[in-house]
């Protein structure tokens, strides 16, 4: 029970923006004051936490509070797009202090590539002047599916060759630290969690709109991977019953309706974005900025095109709500910023008239707290979850010893 009730008093405090007393702690997490006392000590000779002052309340002496330790611990994350990875290093109250981008490299071996992306990190810690011993470790965000238990991505769409490359045993090789990897999708629905903190629902489902499509989940505070790690794979909902043919064999999905590429292809069949010869190379984000700014600037055939796309993610949205009665959908990842103008004025409505719990409860919709173009962010938070967050997975652990 040791670890588990550490991670307890730690989220604990993690959550309290303010600080807690012990008095308060043993109050909240239900534990003998004698026992809240032993693991505080223990955080703070390891310096994790530090007594941020004293506080009177009421007759007595005042209680002494007790905050994370910014310094205490940071924590590398690593996002991976086919067009993007992005690089961030995070101490233990989530504040960016490193934050570096550069162009994937899909022609390379894969091996060699993530190679490279260890050199990147450690280049950064060495640069940041951060004490190696205070790193716990290294999340990576990666396109799905994965193979969660030996830390490997088996074969993400749009990057071809990258077949179960086993990037934990080649990043922790390269970089010394210990390597957590994890979807893109469950990485932000952690990132929401981590930077939400008490603001956050405890149900929820994010909707990650990137090269592709998933969702990430959280039930009851606590996120949601799977028997395998590769919960939120949505691709294949059908969005459109009327909707072009797809891959599996019927028509309208996701993958083949909302994904950025498709609306980029139908701006340019309807002259909105310009064609591109076959030696040019296109942008997906430059273009989907461009989609939304025609749209903005109230170009009809733009406003249809993203309309349309609201409607049918709306219905998407709906499947997950309904069968999992949450009480929010989050909507983030690296192409949520082109679309959030108009999607967060329509998909609401279009969500409440299709929730069965309307009379029950409403289902919130929002887009994501964690900043665009700070996917890193979420894959930095998986190694803070590890570190912090209770789980029902470590309970049982700890029982077994």
């Known amino acids: 029970m040791g670890d588990y009730n550490q991670a ?36 703070l000779d390891s310096g994790l936490i530090v007594e941020a002052g004293k506080e009177a309340s009421g007759p007595g002496k005042p ?27 995070l101490d233990a109250v989530g504040t960016v202090l490193v934050s570096v981008d550069e162009a994937t490299d899909l022609a390379g071996a894969p091996a060699e590539v993530v190679a490279a992306m260890g050199a990147t990190v450690r280049k950064i810690i060495d640069e940041s002047g951060v004490d190696e011993q205070r790193i716990a470790g290294v999340g990576v965000a990666t396109p799905g599916p994965v193979d969660a238990a030996s830390g490997t991505v088996v074969d993400p769409p749009h990057m071809p060759g990258w077949t179960r490359v086993p990037l934990r045993d080649i990043l922790h090789e390269a970089t010394g630290l210990p390597v957590v990897v994890d979807k893109d999708v469950t990485a932000s629905a952690v990132a929401e969690v981590w930077a939400g903190s008490a603001n956050s629902a405890r149900n929820f489902v994010f909707v990650y709109i990137g090269t592709g499509i998933g969702a990430g989940l959280v039930l009851n505070d606590e996120v949601v991977r799977g028997s395998s790690g590769n919960v939120g794979e949505i691709g294949h909902i059908i969005a459109d019953p009327d909707g072009p043919d797809c891959d599996c064999g019927r028509r309208g ?77 989050v909507f983030g990842g690296p192409f949520w910023p082109a679309l959030a103008a108009t999607h967060l004025k329509a998909i609401p409505p279009l969500l409440e008239h299709l929730s069965v719990t309307t009379s029950v409860h409403s289902v919130d919709v929002m887009g994501t707290i964690v900043c665009s173009g700070e996917e890193a962010f979420g894959a930095a938070c998986l190694v803070m979850e590890k570190t912090f967050s209770p789980s029902a997975t470590r309970l049982l652990l700890d029982s077994k010893n």
């Open 63 to 89: 209680r002494t509070i007790l905050r994370l330790n910014p310094r205490g611990m940071y924590a590398v994350g690593i996002h991976i797009d086919p067009a993007l990875t992005s690089y961030a290093l």
């Open 253 to 329: 999905c996701i993958k083949v309706t909302c994904m950025p590429e498709t609306l980029v292809a139908q701006a340019r069949a309807a002259g909105i974005l310009p064609a591109v010869g076959p030696l040019e190379e296109s942008s997906l984000p430059n273009d989907m900025a461009a989609l939304a700014q025609a749209a903005a600037e109230g170009n009809a055939s733009a406003v249809e095109i993203l309309a349309q796309s609201a409607i049918r993610l709306a219905g998407a949205a709906s499947v997950l709500t309904n069968l999992l009665d949450v009480e929010r959908v």
């Open 8 to 43: 307890v008093i730690l989220d604990s405090i993690r959550r309290a923006e303010e600080g807690l007393s012990r008095v308060e702690l043993a109050a909240s997490a239900g534990l003998a004051a004698q026992t809240v006392s032993n693991i505080c000590r223990r955080l």
